[in-house]
Each structure stands twice: as C-alpha cells, then as structure tokens.
C-alpha cells in the first residue's frame, strides 16, 4: 500500500508533468501565417560596430532575425534616412552634446551624434543581412525638422509612413518587431502598431537597447502597459 509521502510526491510529479508541457507547447506554438508580419527595424551600418551610434552588441541580432526571417511570408525593413543638418543631430545646435534633449514644438527631443544620413554607407542596411524576400522598405526621418523613431509615425505623433495601410491592405493582424534600437525605434514602432490595433509581440533576443537615461527599462515597462508581448526568438516556429 502506498504511504502518505509516496502519494503526495506522486501528485507532485503529476502537478510538474502537467505544468511543464503547457510551457513547452506555449513556446513552440507561435507559428507565423499570412496574417503575420515581422518588422525589421534600423539594422544598419551606423547603428553596428564603428558605427557613428552603434549599439552595443547590436552586430548579434543580425543571425538571429535572417535565421528567424525565414518563417515570415511578409518582411518590412526600416531604414533611418535623415537629411544632413537634422534637427536631431548635437551637432546642429550650438553648445549641445550627444544625448542631451531640447524641447521641439512636438516634443522632447533626444540629441543624437550624426548618423544615416541620406545616401551615405552609414545608412545602408547591414550587408550581413540575409532576407531576400523583404517586401518593403520603409524610410524614416526625411523631413529635416522632425525625428522619425517610429516605423509608422514621425515623432510628432500624426505624419503618417504609411505602413499600417499597407500592413492592412494585406490583411496583417500581427506584428513581430526585431531590430535597433530596442528602447527607441522598436519601441515605438511596437507602441504605434498597438494603436493601430495590431496584435504585436518584441522579439527580445533579436534587439538590443541604447539604455540612455532608463530609456530601457522604461521601453520596456511602456510596450507591457500598452499590451505588446515580450518573446525569444526561440519561440517562434521556423522550419529547418
């Protein structure tokens, strides 16, 4: 006969098996269809190792989004495109250095060291990336008086990329944001896709941040408040 301790661990080991699989089927059951999109966002020379603005480790989301690219029918790349002269470079604005802010008529606005400008090798996107069947690619921060984080509207809230009507011309309803960098323009864009009522989810391992200021954690603590989700790579079912 069993005793009291055999049953209870046995119900223990029963409580772990059933908790276990649920984890496991969870992390495996993000399986991209035709209503799904993932946004590559800013993977560019700049933003890389010798960069103007790198990123630290920025260089090692780069296998992690072709590897994760291949499970994606639609892909959309961002590119920063700024104009020489920004409104958002240091350098324009006198007795001003890198990652001060200043006040704009749309906002606070963050001081950055030149960087993708129009044209310039700094701005190309990263010759290691490996995505052939890239859509779209969408270029932010042209107009030289405002910044452009977001993939789908400027900084002051309402110029418009026009990316979410393309997105819903196609039927897209989720959103996967990889890229550079996590607390600003895939924050952002995670945030607008939420308004624009998409369902959205943060591939973190495939991001890094700048982490200027707290700017990550509170990246992070914004895009959870605003229902975005926050996954791995691994969490994403891509056929070998």
């Known amino acids: 006969m069993l005793n009291r301790r055999h049953i209870l ?36 020379n700049c933003f890389l190792p010798g960069g103007s603005l790198a990123v630290k480790e920025g260089e090692q989301v780069v296998p992690v989004i072709n590897k994760m690219a291949k499970a994606f029918a639609n892909v959309v790349m961002t590119q920063d495109w700024h104009t020489q002269g920004h409104v958002s470079f240091a350098s324009v604005h ?47 921060g042209f107009h030289k008086d405002v910044d452009s984080y977001s993939a789908f509207l400027e900084a002051d809230g309402k110029t418009s990329t026009g990316l979410a009507g393309y997105l819903k011309g196609r039927k897209i309803k989720r959103i996967f944001v990889a890229g550079l960098a996590t607390d600003f323009c895939v924050a952002w864009t995670a945030l607008d896709a939420r308004k624009a009522g998409f369902e959205v989810y943060v591939v973190e391992d495939a991001c890094r941040g700048i982490d200027t200021q707290g700017s990550l954690a509170k990246a992070w603590a914004d895009m959870a408040k605003a229902g975005v989700k926050r996954i791995q790579s691994a969490d994403i079912a891509v056929s070998a």
């Not at 990652?99 to 906002?107: M, R």
Request: hydrophobic fraction near 45%; charged fraction near 20%.
């Open 94 to 140: 006198s007795g001003k250095k890198p990652f001060e802010t200043i006040d704009l008529p749309y906002g606070k606005q963050v001081l950055w060291p030149d960087h993708c400008v129009q044209g310039t090798d700094g701005a190309a996107l990263s010759k290691d990336l490996a995505i052939p069947h890239a859509e779209l690619i969408i270029r932010k």
């Open 9 to 44: 661990t046995a119900l223990g080991t029963t409580a772990l098996a059933a908790l276990a699989p649920t984890k496991l089927l969870a992390a495996a059951s993000i399986k991209p269809d035709d209503a799904s999109a993932l946004l590559v966002i800013d993977v560019q």
